[in-house]
């Protein structure tokens, strides 16, 4: 268990539709890392933020959007969805002080879109 | 920008063998951190080992080991004693010491001969 939570941990939704999917991360967390795995690929970094801030963003697309709240937990919201939306939400969590600097991950939100 | 390859879609090992992946990487920081990270078919991620790039001394924890090898940017994964449950997705990873975003590679499937 690496201590990050996501709900839920499947969501079949249709064409069209919005989705909420939820992290929490690690106590004592700051930064929270979204990425996006469709079948057989590798990891599409989204988006991070640190401490409620937007830090860096890749290739998120502007159907999407991510906030972090005051208790440091995220929401990645997904509109207007599509076939190819469909594919495993990551999120996960990293310290800035001290020696602990990797990316811990949590088991990630399936969203099938049809 | 910084990028990080796996040259090896495909691996297989005997289990009770010795397999090594690949990874390199291009940047032109002198401090960052190294990751080697598995995703079995559960799909979690799991952290395999980290490398700091300031450390000469090659990470090691159990059965796992890495070349680090600064000058040339390769930073290789050694498996000794290949174990069935070790067969997975295998992902390098690159974050630059004060950097915000993590760099994954495109991964390497290792598949374990019983």
């Known amino acids: 268990d690496s201590g990050v939570t996501q709900t839920p941990k499947h969501l079949i939704t249709a064409t069209g539709q919005r989705v909420t999917l939820r992290c929490s991360p690690r106590?004592?967390?700051?930064?929270v890392y979204w990425y996006q795995q469709s079948l057989d690929q590798g990891l599409q970094f989204l988006i991070q933020?640190?401490?409620?801030?937007?830090?860096a963003k890749g290739n998120i697309l502007e159907r999407f959007s991510a906030q972090q709240f005051p208790d440091l937990h995220s929401e990645l919201n997904l509109s207007s969805l599509e076939l190819g939306d469909s594919a495993l939400y990551f999120c996960?969590?990293?310290?800035?002080?001290?020696?602990?600097?990797?990316?811990?991950f949590g088991p990630g939100t399936r969203l099938t879109v049809t | 920008a910084q990028t990080v390859t796996q040259s090896q879609p495909e691996m297989s090992v005997q289990e009770a063998e010795t397999v090594t992946l690949s990874c390199t990487y291009d940047?032109?920081?002198?401090?960052?951190?190294l990751f080697w990270y598995k995703q079995p078919p559960s799909r979690q991620m799991i952290l395999v080992i980290r490398?700091?790039?300031?450390?000469?001394q090659n990470a090691t924890e159990n059965r796992f080991s890495v070349n680090f090898q600064k000058a040339a940017k390769s930073f290789s994964l050694k498996i000794s004693d290949s174990q069935l449950g070790d067969a997975a997705m295998y992902f390098c990873?690159?974050?630059?010491?004060?950097?915000?975003?993590?760099?994954f590679g495109t991964g390497t499937s290792l598949t374990v001969i019983p």
């Open positions: 996960a969590s990293s310290g800035l002080a001290g020696l602990s600097y990797e990316q811990y």
């Open positions: 106590s004592g967390d700051l930064s």
């Open positions: 933020y640190y401490n409620g801030e937007e830090r």
């Open positions: 940047t032109s920081e002198s401090d960052y951190y």
């Open positions: 490398q700091e790039a300031y450390k000469q």
């Open positions: 990873a690159y974050k630059w010491n004060t950097g915000n975003q993590f760099y």
